[in-house]
């Protein structure tokens, strides 16, 4: 049974033994600095309240607050590579179709016809389309946006083509991703992105392309999805078969201004749970047994770690009982980091969180 730990000064809890950046650092792999990095304070951790999950009111106010105001993702580059490419984006109550026109520019329209408000692409497609053309009276636009047939145009003399033209919304780019904004007035998307670009120099993420686009529709508020993944505070109770070789309760959070945090976690490496010591093997053989590293699993073949590093990783008492890895012997980890844009929102911790492990952040409108 856990003990009660002594009270610390706010936000200043953290897994005992070594920190994600102590193990880091003795790779010896000459990680990029901010890796090794923290950019912490505490911001409070007070009790959010239930509603904020499921308040239509408060809903409304993400949609006025939020949703339409902040840079958001809605494609990939190579979603719209050639000329008439188009993906609709959908947020809340508004679809977006993202074209790509025929000098190679990206544009986003509101997914709706001038005339009476037609969609003119389906929810949740994606295609290719020679021009936007509504499918209910046949009003035609170009891939530009400008207006190109009007049906019966006599019986429209108030319309011209200057004020019939669709709609622009703010679009930008960055490591291939398409970003769109429906504030016009909206600080520029590098603003938004504050320390993103920095921090993944060495990582280009416009060389990658999408091999697979899954999608599935949670019974959950937004929120709640988006935290299960900010934090790796429920891998001992929800994934045990993981902590072999996941370094859970060690794991670091940083905050960057209003918009990025990140989440700095191990693979590779064993949970502070664990009171036993594990070869560099054994963490391979746990980590091709996962799928997590893919390799010939069968005995003759299968991938093994050379003869000269076959260390184990150690692991040292700690004050309350448990034993956990004392440092890092070069098993062979792999980064894994995460910083997601979290719009024009503030991040606060969950009851009791410390800077290391613990819960996640919760996002709050400001």
Sequence with gaps: ?????????????????????????????????????????????????????????????????????????????????????????????KSVIVVRTESGEIKAYPNACLHRGTQLKPAGSAGRSKQLRC????????????????????????????????????????????????????????EHLGVLPKHFANWDLSAKFTAKHVRKLLPANWKACLEAFLESYHVLETHPQGVLTVGDANSQYDIYGDTVSRFVHLVGYPSPHLKESFSQQQLLDALMGEGVVEGIADGATK????????????????????????????????????????????????????????????AVLP
């Design 135 to 190: 499918p209910f009276h046949g009003f035609t636009w170009s891939l530009e946006g400008a207006l190109t047939d009007v049906p019966c145009r006599w019986d429209f003399p108030h319309i011209s083509d200057d004020n019939f033209h669709l709609p622009e919304l703010r679009v930008d780019t960055w490591g291939g991703f398409v970003f769109i904004n429906f504030d016009p007035n909206a600080a520029p998307l590098a």
């Design 1 to 93: 049974m856990n003990k009660p730990v002594e009270p610390l000064a706010p936000g200043a809890a953290r897994c005992p033994g070594p920190s994600t950046a102590e193990i880091i650092r003795a790779d010896g792999d000459h990680p990029p600095a901010h890796l090794t990095e923290s950019s912490y304070s505490f911001i409070g951790d007070a009790d959010i309240p239930f509603s904020r999950y499921t308040s239509r009111a408060f809903h409304e106010l993400e949609k006025e607050k939020l949703w339409s105001k902040v840079w958001q993702w809605a494609c990939r580059v190579d979603d719209i590579p050639a000329a008439g490419d188009y993906f609709v984006y959908e947020i809340t109550d």
């Design 303 to 362: 991938l093994r770690v050379p003869e000269a590093q076959h260390l184990p990783v150690p692991v040292a008492a700690v004050p309350d009982g448990l034993s956990l890895p004392a440092q890092r012997q070069r098993p062979g980890f792999v980064h894994f980091r995460s910083a997601v844009p979290a719009a024009r929102a503030r991040f606060r911790r969950a009851p009791g969180a410390g800077r290391n492990g613990g819960a996640g952040f919760r």
